[in-house]
């Protein structure tokens, strides 16, 4: 491949997609109790599941520093452009990070061509950038052009999520504890999305597992057209069965080119828990 592909673990990538591209993943940083992971490296998504179940303890996470973006820029080939495609800015300092290391290297090597794009996504929605940076580059686009069609991506891309616990939001502090406790006496499920910012916000509140799970597909079709056209990408937290159930029945109703399903990292399980399912697509 003629242009360098690099994310970091806020992407959740399927192994279809990882055997395909030539790709570079700078681990972000999850801390327990008892020392730091680099996720996809210290840690792998058996192995943190494992922990959060015996520990009881959800870690806090990190991002990669700018003298880890330096590194990884610096191992590339440096006659091929760099397109970094960074977790959104709007939930990590990652993509400042990577500006940063991209300013270290260039002030040492000018002549090297790298552009950080801030993917105001994570998850699958990563994956799916990804992939149409894919599609371009094996079309002949000039890295010049790819930026420009990339960052016109980034503003047509939906993202969509659905919990079935809120217990890692009450847990990680993002949930306040007497809202939960009512929210799940109550078998609140929580519908939320990206938003234009790249932050996560709430969209609706449904009761009950199999309404929230009707909703999440009526979304779809409300935030697309020409499916027929288009690639889909799901991920999820230890619910591979629920979606593929899920991805058929989107998969019928819609008629999606073709679909992705992957595993949620360590990174994006932490807030989503058990159950999550994220789906991403573009909207026109």
């Known amino acids: 491949m003629s242009i ?22 700078v681990p972000l940083y999850l801390h327990f109790n008892d020392g730091q992971y680099r996720t996809g490296i210290d840690m792998n998504l058996d192995s ?3 922990k959060v179940a015996e520990t009881k303890e959800l ?13 990884a820029y610096k191992q590339a080939d440096p006659d091929r452009p760099i397109l970094m495609l960074s977790l959104s800015m709007g939930l990590s300092s990652t993509y400042e990070n990577a500006i940063m290391g991209k300013n270290m290297l260039l002030e040492e090597e000018p002549e090297r061509k790298i552009e950080v794009i801030n993917t105001k996504t994570a998850s699958c929605g990563i994956a799916l950038l990804l992939h149409e940076a894919s599609e371009k580059i094996k079309d002949g686009l000039a890295f010049e052009k790819l930026v420009t069609h990339m960052e016109e991506r980034v503003e047509k ?12 939001l009450i847990i990680g502090g993002r949930l306040d504890k007497v809202k939960g406790t009512i929210a799940k006496t109550l078998n609140i499920k929580l519908l939320m999305k990206a938003s234009d910012e790249g932050t996560i916000e709430v969209m609706e ?7 929230s799970i009707r909703r999440f597909i009526d979304l779809i079709g409300e935030n697309t057209v020409h499916a027929e056209e288009k690639i889909l990408c799901m991920s999820h937290c230890n619910a591979e069965q629920k979606a593929k159930e899920v991805m058929d029945e989107v998969s019928g109703k819609y008629g999606f080119k073709d679909a992705y399903l992957m595993d949620m990292g360590p990174l994006i399980a932490t807030y989503g828990g058990e ?8 909207k026109d």
């Open 4 to 25: 360098q592909l690099m994310t970091d673990s806020g992407a959740d990538i399927p192994q279809r997609l990882r055997e395909e591209l030539s790709l570079t993943i």
């Open 48 to 50: 943190y599941h494992r």
């Open 59 to 71: 870690p806090r996470s990190a991002a990669p520093s700018p003298s880890d973006f330096y590194k």
């Open 157 to 168: 891309t939906a993202t969509l999520f659905v919990l079935k616990t809120l217990e890692n």
């Open 205 to 211: 509140k449904v009761r009950g597992d199999k309404k």
């Open 275 to 282: 159950g999550a399912l994220v789906i991403s697509f573009f």
